[in-house]
């Protein structure tokens, strides 16, 4: 079975300062893909970036990167250039190749950008 | 196009009482599923649905029956409340044969407290 771990339950960072929230996962698939996704207060769950297992280069989606460290199973989201709207539950997710009914989430942290 | 729309918002129920959470598609995807969210937990899969017809069970099945008669529609019933379900609840689409197959879809989520 698959497990995602997020071990830090809360963060914060001043606004325009970079941010790194950490995840880890175990499996023993080797085709899969790994989420991040946002829950701001509005409740509704929006994909932030995604990356293929099978892809060496790091996702990057504007001021969001990951480092994906395949061997190690980790899964890190760097935020640069942190803005208030950033403030929201971050959740990572596992999803061996499939359909979604092998969608594994982290516990979620929260990220809270200060001004 | 709306995407995926899920009602009601939020619901309070006794214990005991049955009611159904609706969730509607227009996107034509084939794949559906249920998700209840608890502080502390992440999402965890409930039901899900390959296409009309087809329903399995998630990880977290008891106290909830799905059907699938359309591809449009996946409602979620509750046969007897229970304080245990009380819960934010998400549907969520996925285009498995479109191509970026792993994207889900989430509608805006049902927020549910059973006194």
């Known amino acids: 079975a698959q497990t995602v771990t997020q071990s830090q339950p809360e963060m914060s960072v001043q606004e325009a300062e970079t941010v790194t929230l950490s995840c880890t996962y175990d499996?023993?698939?080797?085709?899969?893909?790994l989420f991040w996704y946002k829950q701001p207060p509005s409740r509704q769950m929006i994909l932030v970036i995604r990356?293929?297992?099978?892809?060496?280069q790091n996702a990057t989606e504007n001021r969001f990167s990951v480092n994906f460290q395949k061997a190690a199973k980790s899964f890190s989201l760097k935020i640069s250039d942190s803005q208030l709207g950033d403030t929201a539950m971050y959740f990572c997710?596992?999803?061996?190749?499939?359909?979604?009914?092998?969608?594994?989430f982290g516990k979620g942290m929260k990220l809270t950008v200060n001004p | 196009n709306a995407g995926v729309t899920q009602t009601p918002k939020f619901q309070v129920l006794k214990t005991g009482q049955s009611m159904t959470l609706q969730c509607a598609q227009d996107?034509?995807?084939?794949?559906m599923s249920w998700y209840r969210q608890d502080p502390g937990m992440g999402l965890r899969l409930i039901h899900y649905s390959v296409g009309a017809g087809i329903t399995d069970q998630g990880e977290v099945p008891n106290g909830y029956n799905v059907s699938r008669s359309t591809t449009e529609d996946f409602p979620l019933r509750l046969l007897s409340a229970a304080p245990s379900q009380t819960s934010v609840y998400f549907c969520a689409t996925q285009d498995i044969m479109g191509a970026s197959s792993e994207k889900l879809f989430f509608g805006s989520g049902t927020q549910l407290s059973v006194l």
């Open positions: 996107m034509n995807h084939e794949y």
């Open positions: 990356q293929e297992a099978y892809k060496q």
């Open positions: 997710a596992f999803m061996a190749w499939g359909g979604s009914e092998k969608l594994v």
């Open positions: 499996t023993s698939e080797s085709n899969y893909y």
